[in-house]
């Protein structure tokens, strides 16, 4: 038992003896004295739920706010990153590129982060000569794009700077954050439905 939960239960048992004292003060029949025991019991077994599994609160939280406005489920525990998976598999990250906001699907299958070309207008990149173009092997097929380095990427308080992307129109709609992407992190892990990063 940690100090915290002796602390909770030293608590927990002043409550309960002061609960017990202003009950016998009160010189109630015992049928009253039963339903409200049950009643603080109940009262105690919420409170206890709540401070034991505030994580797992949090979590369910985000991922209802997420349902209802669209928004990569994403938190910050201290400097790490928490995602948690989405309905289609994937985890999804919420980030500003050079200040422009764009959402980025998590693909440790990838090597280099990849943007698409409406992203990269977005976030007024500067995109490499046509001649140092680079050919991509993708689940479309071969893809022509072009490199170019994102001056800042931002998540809440996070920050990193100069990252090599690619760009194309190839890639549709979906802008992809590769390895060197989690190569920036000291160490990067999935467990359950949620993938942690931290810097």
Known sequence: MTSDDNARLIYGLMLIGLMVASLAARRLPLKQYAKMILAWIAIFAVAFAIMSFRPEMKMAW???????????????????????RQDDGHFWMRAQLNGHQTDLMIDSGATTTAINSDTARGAMLTLDPVEESVELSTANGIVKARTAS????????LAIDDLDVVVSDGFGDTNVAGMNFLDLFDSWNVKGDVMTLKP
């Open 62 to 84: 985000n991922r209802i706010s997420g349902e209802l406005t669209g928004a990569p489920r994403q938190t910050m525990q201290g400097d790490a990153i928490q995602l948690v």
């Open 150 to 157: 994102v001056e800042v990427v931002s998540i809440g308080e």
